[in-house]
């Protein structure tokens, strides 16, 4: 006769816990709740046993069970404010929570920014100390870039390696896609893990430098199945605009300057050329938009077999007129285990079609720069639009119409990818605590586009039109295989944990080159050679060591051998060592009774990290490449294709990072308080740098080499509150800060405190270079002249600050201001949840980050609305701040501070449960806007740059969600 | 996989060896010197480039040489406000000043290309590849010409920069620090290499159009010899003589019009008194530098680019400095035909309105018929730039001689620059009686306006920086004042100096 045991897994609200897991270890059973939070467990003995249920997010219940027949016992989860107990992926493995020796931070998906998502980063903006993600702008899935302790390079790769169920991305950019991750469904991912010390990184080795970030998608999980289905459709609207004069403010300038003229014949008056519309071309090329996101889930157990199958659509337009992308995503995976569960098998499967039409974003500035006194069409052949014309041609110093930009300008892309990966951890029989761990991963993606513009188009006037094509092809392959052995040793209370592995990582891609046309089919260009194979392998071996003593001292240390074909064989081989040490003080006797403690963590660690991406793959190479059609020579009658030498540098080696990092992770009132400190350094030594090398000694007068240091201090904080904890109400809020400093401390091959180099122009006159990096500053720090004003505080044109008082003003009297870092970054959370409502918003800071306001520097300018080429164009509204006639590129008048505060993100939801008795459809309807207000003193359209240039920003949309998630 | 699996190679690049394989591919790595001349990078106009640290648009020889030899002087003016032009216009340049290390870098990077291009002919290479016979002599040919560019863009660097560091075959490719050499040491190494490649070179006039040949080689020593006094304190008159009298009896002929020189098919109607050109072609040599940005850079859209053969051009930077049409003395274009101006306001009251200043409007992308040449985006110039033509060796001759030098005779040098007169008023009406030292530097004006010759004639003159003589914005002033006699020479780019410790920074900088 067998018992069984059934009942419901129940949370601090008395609600059901679909997924939390029952396992009575002594007899090695277990199940997991379905959607209803009932399970049932059978094949029992009559006895007293000990019930373990867990659920993420939720402390650990060891209950004492007395079975007797069929036993039916309820368990109430408390919720674990602190996840102490929680598992966490890291590198090549998981830890216990309380157990992390590195800088770890996770944010699983209940925590994740809601909202119209559609790139997944997105999702945890503001969520880590220490973490920025800015977005690139509000272009459908444009996609972010991240910065994990602000980066530890100049022109290497700044941006953090990538795991995605342990298959790491390539780091390379999809052809005809808008961003890498757009094409990953965010719908899909359960958690984020973001290793930022190098205790954590150091195990990735060559490619952590800039920290790591592992993602895991969500997985099937046993019980009865359950279809899961939710719709987020959102209407995205404008948040600002560029302020710019309107067409009577322009009507005043020409008719308050009437001897202005654009050249000697008296009749070219600029008042001649002035029209009759008011248009605001900012209205004209940006619409309010409307985006569908639909996700449908099945999972459950087939045969005992747990699986996933998803599906989703995306449909989300853009701001910018006839901008829209389309997104099919489809995901299978199935964790079976076999052999008495000694082998657990993890199998996955995603795939994504894209469809992306990208309107023309040079419009953007265009719409800025249009003249609002004329109309958006006019009669004439250049499909109606209106255009300034010089002669019979387009003028060349005219903006063009930035409708028909749009309009006549039809940019394709078509992506499909599929990545997947086959995970096989196999536990020894004869040795259980042996693992072997097989995991064999793929990336493959395919990219096509076509960009059409027709006969008639101002925009390609030169060329009569245009037609390009363009495909290209990833193929990414991942195999690691490592062995693991976990042992606790009770006599000297000493757990041992060791890893050791091996990885083979080939990446390559393929552009396929195809000639140009004009519109009326005449070839332009033709590809000098059909396709380009760019290829990179990584070798590795790697290993940890975990040695932790009665619970209390943890000793790890790993280290990784990164073998890459960047390199020559000299200097291939890569050594990147680590070593962390952790004291849980809270395990201490002292503490242990503390009323007021609940938990106190000390880390320490050291580690080096390297770098190797953001460079060429066959740069430490002598070669000769060919030029192209536009690049011959002609000596008498015959035109010459010729070979031309590259600059190379046969001597590069790996960029290293050694970082010390000092942790404390603390708990007070049983976790209603928690929260972590870091403090970190980071020096970097061999940058890879492209700097002037003596000339004459290599084929360009700079190369990327091996030169120059920077060091990278910091802190991070992060502070949650569990400021009500009821049966009916919940209050949380979470704060996050952190302090980052990047300085140069060498650049040059001579150490020279005097090299400068520069590191980013601006738009407006050719060439001009305003960030720089020298010694003892910022990275990208602004280098420009200081301004002079006058007593009521308005610029004086053209007069600068004579600093090194030489009696004239040149380059000499440049000096460095500002840079675009932020010195303190801020994250802010709360949700309160009252019964079955919640509220919550997400806010973001930046302090101290400068930007240079390149809108204004560039149109903000007499002479750009009386233009001397014969045309009207448009100024921006700052031009009544400066009075500038000309333009002042260099001046420290357009570094603004650029601090803000943002509020990503406000939400309300009703999570209604169980809608009815008869079934078990469970149903949730939340509302969110996103991107709800900034508070800035920067006058531009956004503070938030990547570059700190502010310029042809995409406006960043603000969005209205309504969203529904129905649970069967 | 395999530990040497990890040697992986790009897919359509080449080594050494496989370029420089067979005698085509050595013809076409000799093509790949003169083509460094016509381009930024040889992907045309692209957004790469030969040099780093400027704007690749910027950074071919013919823009870079001609900024710093015509807008540091009287000749011209550029009312764009990129970093450094405005320093260039007022000689307030700094060893920053991104425009004078382009050049400087350009001027290097052909020589470094030239000397890989010795490196990988020498005879022990060519019989190890194979090559022998005519192949061989050939090639031997081809070495003199390499040889000869690279004095070219040595005489470069000793006219503006001075004392360079110094490379030849014998350097290897890497990071080690060259030597800096004197000025008057280059000037000897110019000499001799021009000297030793002499008899190497093709008879003048018998190579292909666009390779050197014993009359560019003449014509480059005249050059030097006529200059040699600011180059080592010691004139070398009779020298210049000597070789100008080479070239101009070297079967070469004045064109028979003047503005002929400067249009596409100047290669067919100029043929004779064209030296060695540097070629461009709007379709297949495309570059934002060189003729195209000689034609476009100097008109606007008033000026009808498509009478320039430019229809989508016309970008408004490059007019004269007052003091040129004055030289003219009737600038209308009326008397002397080669005062080729647009406007109507000579003053130039402001650096950055284009319209202050007369245009010049010589160089054009037509034929001598009017017709454009063909250009992909309608901006791209197909004209043919001349480096050395057979007017500046008159004029080298003329003076040379009315400076005393010996071997020449003072009758032939005034029938030499009547004869370019001559030409410049259809008839004799502009003849002059007789020669003075001051009238070559006007005459040269007149006759080579814009042409890459200003800054060096006003220094020979001792005009360049002193008080004597100013212009608009000289010295940042605007009424135009004097600067220190160190700005003579362009200073050693400051990158250079901390990337190469062997280098001293030119005195005043």
Known sequence: QTSSLTGKVLDETGLPLPGASIQIKSLNKSTTTPATGIFQLGGLKNGVVIVTVTYIGYETLNQQVTISGNTNVDFNLKPDAQNLSEVVVIGYGTSEKKNLTGSITTVSAKDFQKGAITTPEQLIQGKVSGVNITSNGGAPGAGSVIRIRGGASLNASNDPLIVIDGVPLSGNTIGNAPSPLALINPNEIESFTVLKDANATAIYGSRASNGVVLITTKKGSAGTPVINFSTNNSYATIAKKVGVLSADQIRTVVNDNPDVKYDDNPDHTFKALLGNSNTDWQDEIYNNSFTTDNNLSLSGAFHGVPYRVSGGYLDQKGLLITDRLKRATGGFGISPKLFGDHLKIDLNLKGSLTEAHFANQDAIQNAIQFDPTQSVYAENKYGNYFEWIQGDVPNPNAPRNPVGLIRLKDNNGKTERSFGNAQFDYSFHFLPELHANLNLGYDVSKGYGTVRVPIYAAQSAATQGSFTRSVGTQRNKVSEFYLNYAKYVESIKSKFDVTAGYGYYDNSSTTYNFASYKGTGEVISTPTFPFAVEREKLLSYYGRFVYTLADKYILSATMRADGSSRFAEENRWGYFPSVGFTWRIIGEDFLKDSKVLSDLKLRLSYGETGNKDGIGNYNYLSKYYSNTGQGQYQIGDTLYDYYTPAAYDPDLRWETTTTYNAGLDYGFFDGRIYGGIDVYYKKTKDLLST???????????????????????????????????????????????????????????????????????????????????????????????????????????????DLNGDGIINTGDQYFYKAPDPKFTFGFNTSFNYKKWTLSTVLRANLGNYIYDNVSSNFGVKRNILSPTGLINNATTDIYNTNFTNNQYLSDYYIKNASFLKMDNAGIAFDAGRISKSNNMTLRISANCQNVFVVTKYKGLDPESILGIDYNLYPRPRTYTLGFNVGF | CKKSDLNLTPTNDQIASSVYSTPAGYKQELVKLYASYALTHSSGATAESDIGGLNPGFTDFLRLFWMSQELTSDEAICSWNDTGIPDLNQMTWTSETTFLRGLYSRSIYQITVCNEFLRESTPEKLSSRGISGADATAIQKYRAEARFLRAF????????????????????????????????????????????????????????????????????????????????????????????????????????????????????????????????????????????YLINAAINGDMNPASFGVPTGGWAGNRTKNPLPLIFGDYSGNTDKRAMFFGTKLANDEMGVFSDGLRVTKFRNVNSAGVPAPSIEGKFSSLDFPLFRLAEQYLIYSEAVTRGGSGGNAAQALTYVNNLRERAYGNTSGNVASLSIPFFLDERARELYWEGFRRTDLIRYGKYTNASYVWPFKGGAKAGTGVSDTRNLFPIPSADLIANTNLVQNAGY
């Open chain 2, 153 to 292: 863009q040595y005489w470069v660097l000793l006219d503006g920069f001075g004392n360079p560091p110094f490379i030849t075959e014998n350097d290897v490719i890497g990071k080690v620090p060259p030597k800096q050499i004197k000025r008057t040491d280059l000037f000897n190494y110019v000499e001799s290499e021009l000297k030793a490649i002499e008899s190497d070179l093709a008879d003048a006039q018998t190579n292909e159009y666009g390779r050197a040949d014993k009359g560019a080689d003449w014509a480059l020593l005249a050059r030097l010899y006529l200059n040699a006094e600011i180059y080592t304190g010691t004139a070398k008159y009779t020298e210049a003589i000597t070789y100008s009298s080479k070239v101009i009896n070297g079967g070469y002929s004045l064109a028979s019009t003047y503005k002929n020189l400067f249009l596409t098919d100047n290669n067919v109607t100029s043929k004779n008194e064209l030296i060695l050109t540097i070629n461009y072609d709007g379709i297949h040599t495309q570059n934002d530098g060189g003729t195209t």
């Open chain 1, 691 to 801: 700097v002037d090398i003596p000339s004459g000694t290599n084929f360009n007068n700079r190369l990327l080499t091996n030169v120059g240091n920077m060091d990278v201090r910091g802190a991070e904080v992060n502070l949650n509150f569990s400021v009500i904890k009821g049966e009916n109400a919940n209050w949380d809020f979470g704060v996050n800060a952190a302090y980052n400093k990047r300085k140069v401390t060498n650049l040059s091959l001579n150490p020279d405190p005097k090299f400068i180099i520069d590191a980013g122009g601006i738009t407006g006159g050719t060439g001009i270079n305003l960030k720089y990096n020298a010694i003892n500053q910022i990275p990208g720090s602004f280098y420009v002249y200081k301004q002079v004003y006058d007593s009521n505080d308005k610029p004086l044109e053209g007069v600068y600050a």
